[in-house]
């Protein structure tokens, strides 16, 4: 019975497998037996598939430790990767937000702190990256190793990993070796260099199949010498070389011939030759050459000079391994076939088994025909190279000629055009030309035209054109050469044939020809009429002729000429000279035929001088004593400056207030003498530009002429220049006041106002107001002062009066006995004060502390979030 | 208690804090099982289980330097196991909280699918809430054996290695936890209803 409870007991494990088999054989003894266990049994496996089909589809994926491992592997390597670059971009912007703080609460103090401050975290930051670069140098380095024939295919995968994440979690100084070797072996192709000798640069395939042949020398016929030394296969190597080449030459027979020649000097043959004419006329061929291998590349290098080399290509290709199969499979072939020969030549078996090893016989037989055959073909292509030539001929164009025609146009200009056209047609009769077309014309206004069209040959075109430019200006010479070829790609050294050149001459002369240069002038003079006659004897002398219509008589103001262009600059500059030149412009007109450089064309309008607004206008106010003399004076100087009194307006009807007002017109360049006049008269007060009123008629100005409208004003309707105000407290007033209203008359002021209030407590108040020169306001205000104590004193200046030797000052002068009166601040005000300077402060430093804030609490968010990004990535806190 | 096992793990976490890759990989193999048994009793969720276990396992592997005991790095491993799961769940909560801030992958994977599951599909997802009900209410020495056996899908010698149990202890483990697990489900009618 301990069995049935040893049952119970492992019933469980029996069901979930875990029982040995000797247990397991006790435990299906004691099931046989026992009706308890069989139902226990029966119940425990129920709820055991129950939960198992249940939790099916929870179950994870089979291989949960291998993605485990993969999953560890990858992400731990990303993972350190992203952390410390994490980390230092929290270091940096915690900096920032540091230097930006302090550098923003002491900015007043001095920049140099902060600067420095600043270069310091640069170079903290920069001294990180630093020992970031030397680690990941560290990481990829590459030595040679001792593990790599180790690897299988787990334990490569196995190595990978660990080298993946474990060189970011070692300490910087421990460098294991098992650590280094996974190092090495995650750059394999590294480490398969790294086995081979230094100076031979990787294998390619191409370079194995040749044998020995250096590899990296994409031509070999560059070294035949080395080609041939190796030639000889001693490996065994079967190796199958082929050519092909394309060459252009001048004829495809003796072509062929030279090849012959020289394949047979290199012991080689002329396997094939194909030809065939092509419809230009031409031969096109190939010729195949079969020659040993080791005389290839002396036969290409010979067969180069054999026309121009177009094309070439050589290549080579391993059949070794083709050939050993073959060669194997026909020995196999021949052991069976000498085998069922055996087998016939005892003549064993019945007659059926007989005829069937005959039938085998003939089928080993064929194969090895076949294989044998097909050695034979490897064999002669690797005993022999094939070089197959393509050879043509060079497309030669038909001796066809060209044909060159060539067309001259010519205009020219010239004064009589009927000499000229008489001059063509003789030279042209001369060069035995012929004339296909000719007219002549005579227009109005004495315009002559002629046309000529004539063919010369070729050989007097050139002496012809040479004359023709004897004959006027060459106004216009278009030649051109038209080629006309037989066939469609000329060759260069095609022969020419050269037609009569056509010449289209065309002869005009000038008189209706317009200037292409025009020169528009407008002119102001004093007397428009003299110098209109003066400017036709100008253009007399200069050669010119006024262009009819182009006088205007009736306002002789405006007319046009024409000037030779030699003569023309000098025209020019005697025109300018004859008046004040208001404008001047330039027209080119466009380089037609209507048009002629010859000439210069000149518009010229006159006007009166005195009809034009002056360039300058100056308003200004001149302030004087006496209005009336400085009115008469203005006008002397006017005089006195050549100057021409516009208008003059003089009115005392006011007689505080006289005015005048005067407008002259003055030449420029005695500006600053009649200024200096005026100055003598009075002072300047204001001076103004006034603005031309802009009229239809007169757009011109005159630059010489300056106009000066002057309002003459009284000085003394002027307000002071300066304004005193000073109150001063004298023991007696009322002599005081004496003294100094004395004082003034002195100097020459006037005093405006005098009052003396004496109250019956023997306080004595005294207001004076004294005008005086300002010259003299300073030393007066001096001794004012010093007649007692001062109160007050204030000085306005008044920036609109001119300061000049007429400007005044105004002196208000308030004298008192009254004592002074000690402090009025009491204890309110005391406390006022000082409560408003602690609110003041209070309120600085508030502002202050917002401020700073404002500048560092955005920094604080971005680095708030970042340190929440970072711990969300990091992972979570380890075990507690 | 298999002692040369002990020392093998002992020996492995040794080699593991020194760096070595390959031990730790090991250990992964030995114990990933039974972490992924606990972790999926937190979650009932079979691909949490896995997120967080692979999570885990890094966690682990980082912190592993700061393991001093060597002896106790099963207990360890399962604190910051239940520390992920833990803070896994804080995350999600926070995440519930303002989906709107939910990444489009995440999204895609809550939504369930468009069909609704078979009427079967919905009975077994209802009978595994409450199996796993009662499993929880288990103590730690009996669910985990059932855990893994069922859940994570080890066999008799797995769960051995994975507990770190002799083949003898496990039996009478797995046979009292069985029998409190068919108590508890027959109790609650769990199977019955089922049928």
Not at chain 1, 256 to 280: Q, Y
Not at chain 1, 297 to 325: A, P
Not at chain 2, 49 to 58: I, K, R, S, V
């Amino acid at each position: 019975m301990s069995d049935h409870y040893w049952a119970q007991e492992n019933l469980t494990s029996y069901v979930a497998g875990g029982l040995t088999p000797e247990e397991r054989e006790l435990f299906d003894n004691h099931l046989f037996e026992c009706l308890d266990c069989q139902e226990a049994v029966k119940r425990t496996r129920d709820l055991d598939d129950r939960l198992m089909s249940l939790f099916a589809s929870e179950k994870p994926i089979p291989g949960l430790e291998d993605r485990m491992i993969q999953a560890l592997r990858s992400s731990s390597a990303q993972a350190t990767v992203r952390l410390p670059f994490l980390g230092r971009l929290m270091l940096s912007v915690a900096a920032l937000v540091l230097f930006t703080v302090l550098g923003a609460l002491l900015s007043s103090p001095g920049s140099v702190q902060r600067n420095a401050t600043a270069d310091r975290a640069l170079m903290a930051f920069g001294s990180v990256e630093r020992d970031d670069a030397a680690l990941d140098a560290k990481e990829y380095m590459v030595e040679p190793l001792e593990e790599i024939t180790v690897p299988g295919p787990t334990n490569a995968l196995e190595n990978r990993g660990s080298n993946d994440v474990a060189s970011p979690f070692l300490p910087p100084g421990l460098s294991s070796p098992e650590k280094e070797a996974s190092h090495q072996y995650f750059k394999p192709e590294q480490l398969f260099f790294a086995q081979m000798p230094k100076d031979q640069p990787p294998p390619s395939p191409e370079a194995s199949s040749k044998n020995g042949a250096k590899p990296g020398a994409p031509k070999p016929q560059t070294e035949p010498a080395q080609k041939e030394t190796n030639r000889p296969d001693s490996s065994g190597r079967k190796i199958i070389y082929t050519g092909e080449m394309e060459f252009e030459v001048d004829q495809f027979e003796s072509a062929v011939e030279r090849v012959t020649k020289i394949v047979a000097e290199e012991k080689g043959f002329i396997a094939t030759v194909n030809s065939e004419k092509l419809p230009n006329g031409k031969v096109r061929g190939t010729v195949v050459v079969r020659v040993p291998p080791d005389r290839l590349h002396t036969l290409v290098l010979k067969l180069r000079g054999l026309g121009d080399l177009k094309r070439q290509h050589l290549t080579s290709r391993d059949v070794t391994k083709l050939y050993t199969d073959l060669e194997g499979r026909l020995r196999a072939a021949r052991t069976m076939e000498k085998r069922l020969l055996k087998i016939i030549e005892e003549g064993k078996g019945t007659i059926k088994d007989l005829l069937e090893v005959e039938k085998q016989l003939g089928e080993f037989r064929e194969r090895i025909e076949s294989l044998e055959g097909e050695i034979r073909y490897y064999s002669n292509l690797i005993a022999l190279s094939t070089l197959t030539l393509t050879i043509y001929e060079r497309q030669l164009e038909a001796a066809a000629a060209v044909t060159v025609t060539e067309n001259v146009q010519v205009g020219i200009e010239t004064d009589d055009v009927e000499k000229a056209y008489r001059e063509v047609l003789a030279s042209v009769e001369e060069a035995k030309g012929r004339i296909t077309k000719s007219e002549f014309k005579k227009h109005a206004g004495g315009q002559n035209t002629a046309v000529i069209h004539f063919e010369v040959s070729p050989e007097s075109a050139g002496s012809l054109r040479d004359r023709m430019k004897q004959m006027g200006r060459i106004s216009r010479l278009d030649m051109d050469r038209a080629s006309l070829a037989a066939s469609a790609t000329p060759l260069a050294n095609a022969p020419v044939k050269r037609k009569n050149t056509r010449f289209f001459v065309s002869i005009y002369n000038l008189a209706n020809v317009a200037p292409r240069q025009e020169v528009i002038v407008e002119l102001a003079a004093e007397n428009p009429l003299a110098v209109f006659e003066e400017i036709l004897k100008l253009a007399r002398k200069a050669g010119g002729q006024v262009v009819p219509g182009g006088r205007d008589e009736r306002t002789a103001q405006s007319l046009r000429i024409n000037v030779a262009a030699e003569s023309a600059d000098g025209f020019e500059l005697q025109l300018e000279k004859l008046g004040e030149l208001l404008t001047k412009r330039r027209v080119y007109h466009p380089d037609t035929d209507q048009y002629t450089d010859t000439k210069r064309g000149f518009a010229i309008r006159l006007f009166d001088f005195s009809q034009l607004q002056p360039g300058e206008n100056l308003g200004l106010k001149l302030a004087v004593e006496d209005v009336a003399a400085g009115f008469g004076k203005l006008k002397d100087a006017a005089k006195g400056v050549n100057g021409r009194v516009i208008s003059s307006q003089f009115s005392d009807r006011d007689q505080s207030n006289i005015t005048a007002k005067i407008t002259i017109d003055i030449d420029r360049d005695k500006r600053d003498a009649f200024r200096d006049a005026l100055n003598r008269i009075g002072g300047i007060v204001s001076q103004e530009a006034i603005a031309q009123a802009k009229t239809q008629q007169q757009t011109y100005k005159v630059e010489t002429k300056v106009r000066y409208v002057i309002d003459v004003i009284a000085q003394s309707s002027l307000p002071a220049r300066q304004t005193h105000q000073i109150t001063i407290e004298v023991p007696n007033v009322v002599e005081t006041a004496k003294r100094l209203s004395d004082l003034v008359k002195a100097e020459s002021g006037q005093i405006i106002k005098s009052e003396i209030h004496q109250r019956p407590d023997g306080e004595t108040d005294a207001s004076l107001v004294f005008d005086v020169s300002q010259a003299d306001a300073a030393s007066l205000v001096q001794q004012f002062k010093d007649t007692g104590k001062i109160r007050s004193e204030t000085i306005n200046t008044n920036p609109k009066v001119p300061d000049n030797q007429l400007a005044r000052a105004r002196i208000h002068l308030t004298l008192s006995n009254r004592p002074l009166v000690p402090s009025d601040k009491g204890l309110t005000d005391q406390m006022h004060e000082s409560l408003s300077k602690s609110y003041f402060w209070l309120w600085w430093s508030i502002r202050m502390i917002i401020v700073g804030l404002a500048a560092s609490l955005p920094w604080l968010v971005i680095a708030f979030i970042l340190y929440r990004i970072f711990r969300r990535r990091s992972e979570p806190s380890t075990a507690s | 208690m298999n002692i040369t096992a002990a020392e093998s793990e002992d020996t492995l976490v040794e080699q593991a804090k020194k760096g070595n890759r390959a031990a730790f990989e090991e250990l992964v193999r030995r114990i990933s099982r039974l972490i992924f048994a606990r972790l999926y009793l937190e979650t009932g969720d079979v691909h949490r289980a896995e997120d967080l276990l692979q999570e885990t396992l890094l966690s682990a592997f980082r912190a592993l330097p700061k393991l001093a005991d060597a002896s106790r790095f099963r207990p360890w491993l399962l604190a910051i196991a239940q520390n992920v799961a833990a803070d896994a769940a804080r995350f999600e909560s926070r995440k519930k909280r303002d989906s709107s801030r939910l990444s489009s992958a995440e999204e895609l994977g809550r939504i369930p699918s468009k069909e609704p599951p078979p009427q079967q599909e919905l009975e077994q997802q209802e009978l595994r809430a409450k199996v796993l009900a009662v499993l929880r209410g288990l103590p730690d020495e009996y669910r985990l054996p059932l855990t893994l056996r069922y859940i994570s899908g080890a066999d008799y010698d797995t769960i051995c290695e994975q507990l770190r149990l002799s083949n003898g202890s496990l039996r009478g483990l797995l046979h009292r936890g069985m029998n409190r697990l068919r108590t508890e489900l027959e109790r609650l009618n769990v199977f019955s209803a089922a049928d």
